[in-house]
Each structure stands twice: as C-alpha cells, then as structure tokens.
C-alpha cells in the first residue's frame, strides 16, 4: 500500500503560479501512474491531470491543458502538478493519487484506493 501526501498549496492571485508535490511511500512509486484531482466547494471532485508510470505519457483535463503541467521524479518517489496563470475557478483542494493503471485514475476514480490528505489552493480575483 503506498502512502501519499500532497503539500505546496496556499492563497495566491489570478496569474499566479504554484507547485504541488505529493510525495509517496511504501509500494514501489516508480511502478504506479499519478494523478491530481480537484474538489471545489459544492462541486464533484475532477480529474485535473495523470502521468504514466514512467513519466512519457500525461494527460489533462481541457481545463488546464496548456497552464498546468504534470511530473515526477521517482528518484524523490515524487509527483508534481506545476500550475501556472493560475485562476479563480482553479480554487480546489487538490488530491494526488496513485494507481498502477492510468486508464483507472482518468476513467474510474472511484475505484482507486490510494489518496493523499488533499492540499488547499485558493486563488483570488
């Protein structure tokens, strides 16, 4: 079972930039896909981005395609979500989470086991 904890959130302005890293521990990080999610007040959590086991495939939400970008190190068994012109509607606690398939983090979020605490982002106007 890999344990995961997100931290670099804080309260920043539109235009902003912000790095989350989720760094794991116990299963072998290096063989499982990350991904971020997202969960604004009153809102369904969503898939923001994921990258595959080694680092060569990543994927986004249209949302952030071009402004966020998604990485790893699995030296550091680290994941990290650069978020760059930061907006308001980008106001979310943001969850790392871990799973040996991509497809299952990009398509069935609900059937992954391992999640960080979630880390809060808040951006204002």
């Known amino acids: 079972q890999v344990h995961l904890v997100e931290s670099g959130g804080g309260l920043v302005q539109a235009g902003d930039s912000l790095r989350l890293s989720c760094a794991a521990s116990g299963d072998t990080f290096s063989n499982l896909a990350v991904a971020w999610f997202r969960q604004a007040p009153g809102k369904e959590r969503e898939f923001v981005a994921a990258?595959?086991?080694?680092?060569?495939?990543?994927y986004y939400a249209d949302s952030v395609k071009g402004r966020f970008t998604i990485s790893r190190e699995n030296a550091k068994n680290t994941a990290y979500l650069q978020m760059n012109s930061l907006k308001p509607e980008d106001t979310a606690v943001y969850y790392c989470?871990?799973?040996?398939?991509?497809?299952?983090?990009?398509?069935?979020?609900?059937?992954?086991?391992?999640w960080g605490q979630g880390t809060l982002v808040s951006v204002s106007s």
């Open positions: 990258i595959s086991w080694i680092g060569g495939v990543t």
């Open positions: 989470a871990a799973n040996p398939s991509s497809l299952v983090l990009r398509t069935n979020s609900k059937a992954v086991k391992a």
